[in-house]
């Protein structure tokens, strides 16, 4: 026993020096610098007793960082902008929002230029840590060649921000890396569960041509196989010139496409008056861009079943 014990101990020894010099001759110069990183803000929030703040830049970002950050004593979630902001394309910083970045360790982004005020916040808080939801993602283009931000809007693309949320969140809270990726499996395996059953419901559908407002929806075209035909306001909130009222109810007319998608999130006037002109009809598709202050867990899956019971009404007709 005793000599199984000292060859034991030895085995441990020389193993963990062959893993140290590895370690030490291996680890790249960056790796070793975010580890260190990662190292102060675990210190800092465990020694001075103080939460781990997670600042998310809004709504869709913020249900999926809460799902990830789920019930992990010491971190809180906070949504920067109102959750009835709605997109950010057009966003100005307003004096509270750099408050509340200024006491965020993390801020959470979608990126693909969603939020266009992020210079600034890097210019005036260079320290901050920030996990880019977007990132590594493939990129849809508008017509004029602009990268598309609206990947959540696909179940696909909200999985692998989820996936990556959680991997920033893991590799620079290394305290807490394993709940991170464990919440964002489970919140994962609901979503897959959704997506199959949208695509079940959705695989027989006869009409395939939509027209939408904003630049929303894309991805989510993308990944149930439909056609957008036209984009009513591609800036949201503002109502489209007489000339592209036009042209978009020649669209309509010339493709027979007889569904409109609006958005509770914006007026359905120029909708209305299209849909009079041409016979479509008007449904609501919302792009999970709003809810209520204290979002449910699944305040994004309920937000996508509502969307799949209109689409099933819109397109099976
Ligand atoms: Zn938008």
Not at 120 to 125: A, G, P
Request: proline share 4%; aromatic share 8%.
């Amino acid at each position: 026993m005793l000599k199984i014990n000292r060859i034991g101990i030895f085995v441990v020894i020389i193993l963990s020096l062959i893993l140290s010099a590895c370690g030490r001759n291996n680890t790249h110069f960056q790796e070793k610098s975010i580890n260190e990183e990662n190292q102060k803000i675990s210190d800092n929030y465990e020694n001075t007793e103080n939460d781990l703040i997670i600042v998310t830049s809004f709504y869709p970002i913020y249900v999926f960082t809460k799902n990830i950050a789920h019930d992990i004593p010491g971190v809180k979630v906070i949504n920067m902008t109102e959750p009835q902001t709605g997109c950010l394309h057009d966003y100005q910083l307003v004096p509270a929002d750099m408050k509340t970045l200024e006491k965020a360790d993390i801020f959470v982004i979608n990126g693909a230029g969603m939020e266009s005020f992020l210079d600034k916040v890097m210019s005036q808080l260079p320290d901050l840590r920030i996990i880019e939801a977007s990132l590594g993602i493939p990129l849809l283009k508008d017509d004029n060649g602009e990268e598309n931000p609206h990947v959540w809007v696909s179940i696909s693309g909200a999985i692998n921000e989820v996936h990556n949320i959680a991997e920033g969140l893991a590799a620079l809270d290394s305290k807490n890396s394993a709940k991170y990726i464990e919440n964002s499996e489970e919140y994962v395996k609901r979503l897959e569960a959704l997506k199959d059953k949208m695509h079940d419901a959705l695989k027989d559908i006869k009409t395939k041509d939509i027209v939408t407002f904003h630049e929303a929806f894309p991805y989510f075209a993308q990944e149930f196989g439909l056609n957008i035909v036209s984009v009513v306001e591609r800036e949201p909130g503002s109502e489209p010139s007489a000339g592209e009222l036009a042209a978009t109810i020649k669209a309509i007319n010339d493709s027979r496409v007889k569904v409109l998608f609006a958005e509770p999130q914006y007026s359905t006037k120029a909708a209305e008056a299209i849909a009079s002109e041409t016979g479509a009809k008007v449904y609501i598709l919302d792009p999970v861009v709003t809810g209520p202050k204290d979002a449910a867990p699944d305040s994004y899956e309920k937000t996508m079943e509502e969307n799949l019971k209109v689409l099933v009404e819109a397109l099976y007709d």
